[in-house]
């Protein structure tokens, strides 16, 4: 054990390593978690991300030992922990609710768990004042929580984890009861301190800006299991499956179905006209999908461009978001623009796809060509 200084932060530091070995969570009949093999290595920053009832929150819940494990195996340190109490386990949490007492100060709701754990008054005067400059929060100590903003309270919410000098910090959607602007300022808060302490960090969020922004590496979760572990850029550009490929990403990626299961030649025949692929499928395709900032509005007409019309625009400042209706059916497709880009509801448009940018997807779901990692095209 050695001790290391981090932005004037003091503590004691070990090597923190969090492993799940086909942990399964049953309630009753239902199988929330159906056997999750993770690794989530010392300082790194790791985000669950999944629809709602996918079960990230259950597994926080069992990481931080609020639920018990219905079978499988959890280690800290190499230590398995499934019947070590909560308080025990060296973790700290920070829930989506700041829970703070209202008649205490900043200080005082910072240091309490410290006072009740016996802790002597300096070390928690010391603690509370370095966890306090860490989130900068310092002229707020004395204040009461009614004084403080949404995004202070969660501070000194954080701020109380931060004290508790954990070995690894849960975070449970701990931004979703803030406003937009809020959200952001506290994103840049977490990663400040993300780097300032590098503790090991598991962040459960509905929120993929939240993911893509603060995590090392991200677990997608679909149905109490595990679709895929990487990188958010990796998740971005190389999806295992057509889920993951929906789920990462906002807007989403277009998703257009192959007529007939079929090829001709090197084209794939969708709503709208042909799609050119620079890679081949080893078996038949039955989607393609295409980001939208892969795809430009071009004449009607132009080759390797599919046929619709302008549905409808978003002009959001420095992006146009332009919906396209495809000829000869319902379905559309979304598409990134410039902000400064001047289109017309009812336009009729051709939409060009770069045929390197193409992710195909086979029947079950399975990715069967990645795109190549490319820049945004230019409007």
Not at 152 to 176: T, Y
Request: glycine share 8%; hydrophobic share 40%.
């Amino acid at each position: 054990m050695i001790h290391v200084v981090k932005s004037n932060v003091c503590r004691l530091w070990t090597e923190t390593r969090l492993e799940l070995h086909q942990i399964r969570k049953s309630f009753g009949n239902v199988d929330v978690l159906k056997g999750i093999d993770l690794t989530v290595e010392d300082g790194e920053f790791t985000a669950f991300v999944g629809p709602s009832g996918c079960g990230k929150s259950t597994l926080l819940r069992l990481i931080c030992g609020l639920d018990e494990i219905t079978s499988g195996q959890m280690m800290i340190d190499g230590q398995v922990v499934n019947d070590v109490p909560p308080a025990k386990r060296g973790l700290a949490m920070v829930f989506q609710s700041y829970a703070l007492y209202p008649h205490m100060s900043v200080a005082d709701n910072m240091g309490y768990a410290l006072k009740l754990a016996g802790t002597p008054r300096e070390e928690i005067r010391r603690r509370v004042e370095a966890a306090a400059k860490v989130l900068r929060i310092s002229d707020y100590v004395d204040r009461k929580p009614r004084q403080l903003s949404g995004g202070q309270r969660q501070r000194v919410a954080i701020g109380r984890a931060i004290v508790r000098e954990p070995k690894i910090f849960l975070f449970d959607e701990p931004l979703s009861n803030l406003d937009a602007a809020l959200r952001v300022e506290m994103r840049i808060e977490i990663a400040r301190m993300k780097e300032r302490l590098g503790t090991t960090m598991v962040y459960v969020t509905h929120d993929q800006i939240e993911a893509m922004t603060l995590a090392d590496k991200i677990v997608v979760l679909n149905a109490g299991r595990v679709e895929q572990i990487g990188s958010p850029l990796d998740l971005y550009n190389a999806p295992v499956n057509r889920f993951v490929a929906g789920f990462i990403g906002s807007p989403r990626m277009n998703f257009l179905s192959v007529q007939e299961q079929r090829l001709e030649g090197s084209r794939a025949r969708v709503h709208g006209g042909l799609v050119s692929l620079n890679t081949l499928p080893p078996e038949a395709p039955s989607e393609i999908g295409v980001r939208l900032e892969h795809l430009e509005l071009c004449a009607p007409g132009s080759s390797n461009a599919l046929s619709g019309t302008i549905v409808m625009t978003e002009h959001l400042g420095s992006d146009t978001y332009a919906y396209v209706g495809l000829e000869g059916t319902d379905e559309m497709i979304v598409v990134r623009l410039d902000g400064e880009r001047s289109i017309r509801q009812g336009e009729h448009v051709g939409v060009s796809v770069n045929p390197d940018a193409v992710h195909v997807f086979s029947a079950d779901g399975r990715t069967l060509v990645s795109a190549k990692p490319m820049a945004r095209n230019a409007a």
